[in-house]
Nanobody, 126 residues
Framework: QVQLVESGGGLVQAGSSLRLSCAPS????????MGWFRQVPGKEREFVAA????????YHADSVKGRFTISRDNARNTVYLQMNSLKPEDTAVYYC???????????????????WGQGTQVTVSS
């Protein structure tokens, strides 16, 4: 079983920064890409950022471009989401996800992913 363990969430003031981490564990698995999504109560889970693991190609939602950055540490087998200039509207539960194989489609939709973490809460106060 593949487990994704997220960490780094918390309560911060607007304008602050946070870095989320996601480290897969468990059985060996293939990994085409990894992504970050977020969800607020009553709304659908939305795409934040993603990375193609083999070549490091990244994608970021328009709402976070210039403020958030997805990155990885191959040695630590970890993916990060650096969040700067946080806004109250960034408040959500943030989820890490893995797409195991390239298959059809890309990395922008929730249904394209195979494994999900439990989520970490990010709250930004005004």
């Amino acid at each position: 079983q593949v487990q994704l363990v997220e960490s780094g969430g918390g309560l911060v003031q607007a304008g602050s920064s946070l870095r989320l981490s996601c480290a897969p564990s468990g059985r060996t698995f293939s990994r085409y890409g990894m992504g970050w999504f977020r969800q607020v109560p009553g709304k659908e889970r939305e795409f934040v950022a993603a990375m193609v693991w083999s070549d490091g190609t990244t994608y970021h939602a328009d709402s976070v471009k210039g403020r958030f950055t997805i990155s990885r540490d191959n040695a630590r087998n970890t993916v990060y989401l650096q969040m700067n200039s946080l806004k109250p509207e960034d408040t959500a539960v943030y989820y890490c996800a893995v797409k195991a194989s390239r298959g059809i489609g890309g990395l922008l939709r929730t249904y394209e992913y195979d494994y999900w973490g439990q989520g970490t809460q990010v709250t930004v106060s005004s």
